[in-house]
């Protein structure tokens, strides 16, 4: 069973800087793409970015692009969230996901959830 669990979520100002994690159960953690996607309150979930199981590529939301900046550490089991610049737009609860499938940016590519980290931004 796989599991994922974020971390790193809080409360930051426009203008300022988050970092979230995501830690991932189980062995096999280079052999999947990981993406984080996020839902703001009354909106559908939406994708925000993925990177490649090695960390060689990577590709983002056209609203994140230059902003945000998504990395892993495979021998950590760990995927990162970056966050700059942030807006209050942002705000939203974020997830990340692992895909055996390689990367994708809709939700049916991937087959594993984290609960889920609240990031708030004020203006």
């Known amino acids: 069973q796989v599991q994922l669990v974020e971390s790193g979520g809080g409360l930051v100002q426009a203008g300022g800087s988050l970092r979230l994690s995501c830690t991932v159960s189980g062995r096999t953690f280079s052999s999947y793409a990981m993406g984080w996607f996020r839902q703001a309150p009354g909106k559908e979930r939406e994708f925000v970015g993925t990177i490649s199981g090695s960390g060689g590529r990577t590709y983002y939301a056209d609203s994140v692009k230059g902003r945000f900046t998504i990395s892993r550490d495979n021998a950590k089991n760990t995927v990162y969230l970056q966050m700059n610049s942030l807006k209050p737009e942002d705000t939203a609860v974020y997830y990340c996901?692992?895909?055996?499938?390689?990367?994708?940016?809709?939700?049916?590519?991937?087959?594993?959830w984290g609960q889920g980290a609240q990031v708030t931004v004020s203006s």
């Open positions: 996901a692992a895909s055996a499938s390689g990367l994708g940016i809709f939700e049916s590519w991937y087959h594993y």
